[in-house]
């Protein structure tokens, strides 16, 4: 801008300083043009007054180098001129001033020579005795005048451009200066050119709406941030070339990303080719799903487009973590087939031993035997079923009764119930520790206790103990039975809580065992919000720990 205005200014300046220049120049001009031919009339008539007396004799002692004269006769001969040979002189019948002369009395004419740059007037009167007086004078032409003024004309213009430059430069960076210095973050504030004043009003109008519109803005984008950070779900945008917007930290745990990809190529982070179908998929405006299984736990992608206005201008990437979907879709399969296996086998044995008796293909002294393994399969299948009840009524989380039990009596009352099945292989069951009580649910404290037990004496040896330890550790209520069993090998420690897991299923068989004792113990153990920690070595016996 300040060049544009130095500019202006000086050329403007430089057309002022030729303009008047040249104006000057030809008002002068006229001016002396003016004043020539008005000398020249007075000059043509005292002498033609003076040839008219005494004749051209006259012009024999005159000597002028400033006017010329000529004498010309009717027909056009030139009888006489002051600055040149009569003889070599061409006809002047045809000259615009002589013409006018011999018609009218008096004529004027000027005349420019392009190649010596003059310009002549002439003057011309008819004399008493018919003839023609004229009288001439040369001077330069405007273009030579101001050829032969350029040495004083040049250092004139020369410094005019200089002061013109100075002036231009002061003046231009003393217009714009007030405009550099401009605060457009306060425009009402300004105190410049009033003429700026609506443009300055206008600003800070947008200027507040653009600040109102910047927080609304910044409000949304950390509501957005906070949002997507403190997501379970990993959440992943995409440009229209794959090149990652925004990603979470969810989305970073699950990809394994340790630093800031925003800006990067989507396949810098995964490069799987089920997601880059799925990606270019959403890209081309369709819905992509799939499940995969990454760092032991199971996700559900979803990749959708993103539109607007009709045209798609990214993808966004879901991640949900469905690892407890999936395992309790397995756990389920699993236990519908392991309750259809473990109903089945007790009412097969139930209806193969009632068709043989119906048929009488028993013998009387084996009836009391298909009797008893009927009764005793039937008690099977109770037990089974009370189990599939327990667990189910754990699963349903509803809130039984609370009250403050004393784990010593339900100890003692555990020890009481298992004692006749525990001296039939003479196993010992005794209660160490001192009285606790926990506020719970008695009932769901009794299951744990018995299961626990009953598990330590079918799983332990002949003449072997189990041990009920009661007390506390760190300010924490302790309940912990040991064994001297069979002891459990390392690779099934981490699977026994699960339903109809079973170490040994031909042991299990001979014991009787359900296989839902200790998966029963672990939800009643998680319903009092407790802890379970399992030290076993195989062949040297087993401790369950509870911590309340």
């Avoid at 009840?389 to 609370?402: A, F, K």
Wanted: include cysteine; glycine fraction near 6%.
């Amino acid at each position: 801008m300040t060049k544009k205005i130095f500019r202006s200014i000086f050329i403007v300046a430089l057309v002022v300083l030729l303009a008047s220049i040249g104006i000057v120049t030809s008002f002068i001009y006229s001016y002396f043009n003016t004043s020539q031919v008005n000398q020249l009339k007075a000059e043509l008539s005292l002498v033609a007054d003076t040839v008219n007396e005494v004749g051209v004799e006259y012009f024999e002692n005159f000597n002028s180098t400033v006017f010329r004269f000529t004498v010309v006769d009717v027909d056009g001969t030139v009888l006489y001129d002051t600055q040149a040979n009569t003889n070599e002189m061409e006809n002047h019948a045809e000259r615009e001033e002589i013409m006018e002369a011999f018609n009218d009395g008096a004529g004027s004419s000027a005349r420019n020579s392009y190649t010596l740059m003059k310009k002549t007037f002439y003057e011309a009167v008819l004399l008493e005795n018919g003839d023609v007086l004229r009288i001439s004078v040369s001077q330069l032409t405007v273009g030579a005048l101001i050829l032969s003024m350029l040495p004083a004309i040049l250092p004139i213009i020369l410094v005019s451009a200089v002061v013109a430059i100075i002036l231009s430069h002061t003046m231009a960076k003393k217009i714009t200066e007030p405009l550099m210095q401009l605060d457009l973050e306060h425009p009402s504030k300004n105190n410049t050119y009033e003429e700026l004043t609506p443009i300055l009003t206008k600003v800070h109008k947008q200027h507040k709406q653009i600040k109102s519109q910047m927080e609304t803005l910044r409000r949304k984008s950390d509501e957005f941030e906070q949002i997507i950070s403190s997501m379970n779900e990993g959440l992943i945008l995409l440009d229209e070339h794959g090149m990652i917007l925004s990603m979470n930290a969810a989305a970073k745990k699950i990809f394994s990303v340790k630093k800031d990809v925003n800006g990067s190529d989507f396949l810098l982070v995964d490069r799987t080719s089920k997601m880059s179908k799925a990606i270019w998929s959403a890209l081309d405006g369709k819905r992509s799903e799939y499940a995969e299984e990454r760092n032991g736990n199971e996700y559900q992608f979803t990749i959708n487009s993103i539109e607007s206005g009709g045209k798609i201008l990214g993808a966004v990437i879901l991640v949900f973590d469905i690892t407890d979907r999936a395992f309790a879709e397995r756990n389920r399969q699993e236990f519908t087939a392991n309750v259809t296996h473990e109903l089945k086998t007790p009412l097969q044995s139930i209806i193969g031993s009632a068709e043989l008796l119906e048929n009488g293909l028993v013998k009387p002294e084996d009836t009391g035997r298909f009797i008893a393994n009927i009764r005793k399969e039937a008690t099977r299948l109770v037990n089974l079923i009370n189990d599939i009840i327990r667990l189910s009524q754990l699963d349903e989380n509803h809130e039984p009764t609370t009250e403050t039990v004393n784990l010593i009596d339900v100890a003692k009352e555990v020890v009481e119930i298992l004692t006749v099945v525990a001296a039939k292989r003479n196993i010992e069951l005794c209660i160490e520790g001192e009285p606790c009580t926990i506020y719970g649910v008695r009932r769901y404290i009794y299951e744990i206790m018995y299961n626990l037990c009953d598990n330590a004496i079918r799983y332990n040896v002949d003449d072997g103990k189990v041990t009920i330890s009661i007390g506390k550790e760190a300010g924490r209520v302790v309940i912990s039975v040991s064994d001297t069993g069979i002891g459990i090998a390392p690779e099934h420690q981490n699977r026994i809580f699960e339903r109809f897991y079973r170490v040994d299923k031909s042991h299990s068989k001979a014991t009787g065992g359900t296989g839902l004792g200790l998966s029963i113990v672990k939800h009643a153990v998680q319903h009092h919000n407790g802890k379970i920690t399992l030290d076993s070595e195989f062949g040297k016996g087993t401790k369950i720990k509870i911590t309340f």
